[in-house]
């Protein structure tokens, strides 16, 4: 398909791991990009992984990558209640040759107590 | 440095009627970017501008739309006899260099527009 996919929504309850998957498109894609937007505010970007990587980790965020199967997840170790948002994947648009990005429609991550 | 600001947050039009978005970018930044966030989808790319030129507008409808980014002052995204469908969040990010736009940029809060 054309499009970033991302499921709509996750529930996790505080102190697990959330993990955030997406499937994207383009296999030459040299970064790719988890981006955080809380309500009411701007897209924040959240980290990032390139491409010749299979994982990165970054405090409590681990990225992983398979780039066979186009598929990125995002890991959120012992979830908080400032971890609600909605999580954006990323990759470079393809069209124009622009620096753009595509967006998937976001996960809306939800916290339980 | 206040960050990228968009204005206005909230913009009400008819259809039929002009709207204008601004975007300042941040101190240093020479690079603007917009994107529209239709309900329920992902953000979508519409034009990249670098101060008085447009670099790749391959995103932005051919029709009713138009983006500036002049030497002084604002970028605007322009949308002239707007419709219903254009009811989105439009935002801006800024980032100060080419090839740099995917892990230097940042984006503003975005201006929410509904057209009743």
């Known amino acids: 398909g054309e499009d970033v996919e991302q499921s709509l929504f996750l529930s996790v309850r505080e102190g697990d791991s959330s993990v955030i998957n997406c499937t994207y498109t383009?296999?030459?894609?040299?970064?790719l990009y988890w981006y955080k937007q809380e309500p009411g505010a701007g897209l924040q970007l959240l980290t990032y992984?390139?491409?010749?990587?299979d994982m990165k980790q970054d405090q409590r965020l681990t990225v992983l990558l398979n780039k066979k199967d186009k598929h990125l997840s995002l890991r959120i170790a012992d979830t908080q209640t400032g971890d609600s948002a909605i999580y954006f994947c990323?990759?470079?648009?393809?069209?124009?040759?622009?620096?753009?990005?595509?967006f998937g429609k976001g996960t809306h991550l939800i916290i339980q107590p | 440095n206040a960050g990228v600001m968009q204005n206005p947050r909230h913009l009400v039009r008819r259809r039929g009627q002009e709207a204008r978005l601004r975007c300042s970018p941040m101190?240093?930044?020479?690079?603007v970017y917009w994107y529209r966030q239709l309900p329920e989808e992902g953000l979508k790319f519409m034009v990249y501008?670098?101060?008085?030129?447009?670099?790749?507008e391959s995103g932005m409808p051919k029709e009713r739309f138009s983006a500036e980014f002049p030497k002084e002052g604002p970028s605007i995204l322009r949308i002239q006899q707007v419709v219903r469908g254009d009811s989105a969040a439009y935002f801006c990010?800024?980032?100060?260099?080419?090839?740099?736009?995917?892990?230097?940029?940042?984006f503003g809060q975005g201006t929410r527009l509904t057209v009743v």
């Open positions: 501008l670098q101060k008085e030129n447009i670099i790749d």
């Open positions: 992984i390139f491409s010749n990587m």
């Open positions: 383009d296999s030459s894609s040299t970064y």
């Open positions: 990323a990759e470079p648009y393809s069209g124009g040759g622009a620096d753009g990005l595509t």
């Open positions: 101190k240093g930044h020479s690079h």
């Open positions: 990010a800024s980032s100060p260099l080419t090839g740099a736009m995917n892990t230097e940029a940042f």
